[in-house]
T-cell receptor, first 113, second 110 residues
Framework: EAQVTQNPRYLITVTGKKLTVTCSQNMNHEYMSWYRQDPGLGLRQIYY???????DKGDVPEGYKVSRKEKRNFPLILESPSPNQTSLYFCASSLSRSGNTIYFGEGSWLTVV | EDQVTQSPEALRLQEGESSSLNCSYTVSGLRGLFWYRQDPGKGPEFLFTLYSAGEEKEKERLKATLTKKESFLHITAPKPEDSATYLC???????????FGKGTRLHILP
């Protein structure tokens, strides 16, 4: 079954404690991205990756890092989380960046206190 | 600036009461317009992609249409299980950036 898998699904952490949200897809997709979804603001892209070792900033990259060492994995790293990073995060993948269906993971609820 | 505006923000319908959701967009060179369904606490689920004005696509009770300025998601004889948030997104040729609207929350009453 085609899937985008994120972990953890739910996390409460404290300000400044580094955390990583993992993302893995089994569709051999080249393009992967991270979004955050906040009430009233909709989905906003954080970072994206066109392929292995190729990453770029989206609309709201501040406070986040990513890496793409393998095609299937695209972890999101919060080096020093702050309360304004409390949000619902989605990993997504598609065959390429242009005009293809985007498949989303189930989401990761992150609360920073 | 590229923009996507969805209306209404929320819509309550009786079961069987057909209606339409609107997605107005401003983009220089539309590569594609996407519709997604999102259930509470879940990831968006793909419904349709439309590429050019005049195109229509259907799936069960849903039908998506596209003009040069807007797209409609028509829901015919909806059932309670159609309750969800429906998201519209556009992608421009210029930079391939995808912009999502804020969604329409649809609630179908039994």
């Amino acid at each position: 079954e085609a899937q985008v898998t994120q972990n953890p699904r739910y996390l409460i952490t404290v300000t400044g404690k580094k955390l990583t949200v993992t993302c893995s897809q089994n569709m051999n997709h080249e393009y992967m991205s991270w979004y955050r979804q906040d009430p009233g603001l909709g989905l906003r892209q954080i970072y994206y990756s066109m392929n292995v070792e190729v990453t770029d900033k989206g609309d709201v990259p501040e406070g986040y890092k990513v890496s793409r060492k393998e095609k299937r994995n695209f972890p999101l790293i919060l080096e020093s989380p702050s309360p304004n990073q409390t949000s619902l995060y989605f990993c997504a993948s598609s065959l390429s960046r242009s005009g293809n269906t985007i498949y989303f993971g189930e989401g990761s609820w992150l609360t920073v206190v | 600036e590229d923009q996507v505006t969805q209306s209404p923000e929320a819509l309550r319908l009786q079961e069987g009461e057909s209606s339409s959701l609107n997605c107005s967009y401003t983009v220089s060179g539309l590569r594609g317009l996407f519709w997604y369904r999102q259930d509470p606490g879940k990831g968006p689920e793909f419904l349709f992609t439309l590429y050019s004005a005049g195109e229509e696509k259907e799936k069960e009770r849903l039908k998506a249409t596209l003009t040069k300025k807007e797209s409609f998601l028509h829901i015919t004889a909806p059932k309670p299980e159609d309750s969800a948030t429906y998201l519209c997104a556009v992608q421009a040729y210029r930079d391939d950036k995808i912009i999502f609207g804020k969604g329409t929350r649809l609630h179908i009453l039994p």
